[in-house]
């Protein structure tokens, strides 16, 4: 069985540019969500998206961004980067109807 | 005030204590209770799961949920000092899989 899956690693971008993150689901779990975590913080949930479709929403601007496609893969898109958008980024992966949360490593975005 | 409190320590403790960590919250709504192990610069790992109140016990681990109190608990046994990382206790709803988080605490396993 393979894990959650998150692409980059490590990302380094400046003020007022785009960011696109990957996330590969754990197999057999349909539902993804989307966590930002500040050094020294809990995660906060930017949203969840399942059967393609955004399912939830935190407390986060429009330029944060996402897709979901047929394979439960996912994409969390920043535009307009600013300085405090510097973060781990997490997805979590489970399957609808069981709340167990799976998480990836996370990539670290580093805005200049 | 936060929806869901936690000491952010460091805690240290000697290799084999017990080790007790806790999270208060002042949701009423929140069913599902989550602990999580983080290292340095890594995703969260899951270890604990409860629904409701009550107990739960996975090897040196135990976790305890009080609803009355609105007060969860992580017991480890035997601490190892691979135990040391910053442990975050997560909640959510009962139709809602958003994770409420806390600040997590820092733990420390001296050999």
């Known amino acids: 069985e393979t894990g959650v899956t998150q692409s980059p690693t490590h990302l380094i971008k400046t003020r007022g540019q785009q960011v696109t993150l990957r996330c590969s689901s754990q197999?057999?779990?349909?539902?993804v969500s989307w966590y930002q975590q500040a050094l020294g913080q809990g995660p906060q949930f930017i949203f969840q998206?399942?059967?393609?479709?955004?399912?939830g929403r935190g407390n986060f601007p429009p330029r944060f961004s996402g897709l979901q496609f047929p394979n439960y893969s996912s994409e969390l898109n920043v535009n307009a980067l600013e300085l405090d958008d510097s973060a781990l980024y997490l997805c979590?992966?489970?399957?609808?109807?069981?709340?167990?949360?799976?998480f990836g490593p996370g990539t670290r975005l580093t805005v200049l | 005030q936060k929806e869901v409190e936690q000491d952010p320590g460091p805690l240290s403790v000697p290799e084999g204590a017990i080790v007790s960590l806790n999270c208060t919250y002042s949701n009423s709504a929140f069913q599902y209770f989550m602990w999580y192990r983080q290292y340095s610069r890594k995703g969260p790992e899951l270890l604990m799961y409860?629904?409701s109140s009550g107990n739960k016990e996975d090897g040196r681990f135990t976790a305890q949920v009080d609803k009355s109190s609105k007060y969860i608990s992580l017991f480890i046994r035997d601490s190892q000092p691979s135990d040391s990382a910053t442990y975050l206790c997560a909640m959510s709803g009962d139709s809602n899989y958003q994770l409420i988080w806390g600040a997590g605490t820092k733990l420390i396993i001296k050999p």
């Open positions: 979590a992966s489970m399957t609808s109807g069981y709340n167990e949360q799976f």
């Open positions: 197999s057999g779990h349909n539902t």
């Open positions: 409860t629904y």
């Open positions: 998206y399942y059967r393609e479709e955004e399912n």
